[in-house]
């Protein structure tokens, strides 16, 4: 898998022979269900980490096996459910959470998470801080209130620390993150909501000390977002973000904005959606990130690093019921873009090493044909 574009990726392929095989059995009665899982995976060489200390409890060699059970029940109100999972080397990784509907108007939500650090997985993907399914633990909270037939508030708190390194963490770290979200929305009209997100957590700390010491650094955004329908065929889709963050001894900002314009009329056979963006980021760590629609079967979420402009459209053509034509066409164009120093990169570019781009601008261009029998 991967890509196959230069001569260091093209030695990478067939390198590694993977095999894989798992099981699932379920059983379930009414409101009750229960499950067993089991993956077993080979490779033909042994994997070797990095001599690290954050790499000390990860996989290491050609075989690994999981095991896991999980179970839902639900009674009344209440939603119960989790799994709690363990790998050859005796690491175990737990998961378990409540879902609670008080009335028709408000839900709440419990969450509480447990992953060892020794616990090994491949392509883990529990909830989580951190993707990997391994070394952190947890408690999250959420609410979702209607007071008005229009109108959700919904929010969250989740508080979690991580019990051994990680990279760019030296130590042991914990974390906090909370989010709110007013929705206003009227059905096949319009969607207008406003969001504030705020994030806490520690990482090596900026400043030169004789040993690695942890600092924290807070993450403020504030996003505007409205979604309106003129027609059955014309949709505007319209966002301003705000972000903030704040560290020792620094501290940076960014907002982004940006137009979108979604075309699907129901006789034609051509349809289109298309976006223009302005950014500007003091650097990487006011960063901000933007879905975009693409091509069918693919999605893209870029960030927005520096000061510049984005736009693309994606164009489809319906020839018939079994053959779709599809086009996408996007370019970034950067005025400036910052080193870590802080100084302006110069000059700009996109990528490193083979795939560099010493251009302030980057286009791409996606085309597909889709054939359904």
């Not at 314009?261 to 963006?277: C, N």
């Amino acid at each position: 898998d991967g890509f196959h574009r230069t001569p260091s990726e093209i030695e990478k392929e067939g390198n590694l022979l993977q095999q894989s095989a798992g099981a699932s059995l379920s059983y379930y009665k009414k409101a009750f269900n229960f499950g067993f899982n089991v993956l077993y995976n080979q490779f033909d060489k042994s994997l070797v980490r990095d001599d690290e200390p954050y790499n000390l409890y990860r996989f290491e060699g050609d075989r690994l096996l999981n095991t896991s059970i999980d179970y839902t029940y639900k009674w009344q109100n209440l939603h119960f459910f989790g799994e709690t999972a363990r790998s050859d080397n005796g690491g175990m990784a737990t998961l378990n959470g409540l879902l609670i509907g008080m009335d028709r108007k408000i839900d709440v939500s419990f969450l509480y998470r447990n992953l060892a650090k020794d616990y090994q997985v491949l392509n883990g993907n529990a909830f989580g801080e951190t993707f990997g399914a391994s070394n952190e633990q947890g408690f999250y909270t959420g609410l979702i209130i209607r007071p008005f037939k229009s109108l959700t508030i919904s929010s969250y708190f989740d508080l979690w620390n991580h019990p051994w390194l990680r990279f760019s963490q030296d130590a042991p770290n914990s974390g906090k993150e909370f989010l709110i979200n007013v929705n206003y929305y009227k059905k096949r009209k319009f969607n207008l909501y406003v969001q504030y997100k705020y994030e806490t957590k520690q990482q090596n700390s900026p400043i030169d000390f004789r040993i690695d010491k942890l600092s924290f650094f807070d993450i403020h955004r504030v996003r505007l977002h409205f979604d309106h329908s003129l027609s059955k065929t014309l949709r505007l889709r319209n966002r301003i973000e705000y972000a903030h963050h704040n560290e020792i001894g620094k501290s940076s900002t960014g907002y982004l904005i940006f137009q979108d314009i979604i075309y699907k009329p129901i006789e034609s056979p051509i349809s289109f959606t298309a976006r223009y963006a302005l950014f500007d980021t003091y650097d990487s760590d006011s960063r901000i990130y933007a879905f975009e629609n693409d091509l069918i079967y693919e999605f893209y979420i870029p960030q927005f690093n520096g000061r510049g402009r984005r736009y693309y459209i994606n164009l489809r053509y319906d020839l018939s019921s079994a053959v779709t034509f599809e086009f996408r066409y996007a370019q970034t164009y950067l005025d400036f873009k910052r080193e870590t120093d802080g100084s302006i990169e110069n000059p700009l570019s996109f990528g490193s090493g083979n795939t560099e781009i010493i251009s302030p601008k980057q286009t791409d261009l996606k085309a597909q044909i889709r054939f359904r029998f």
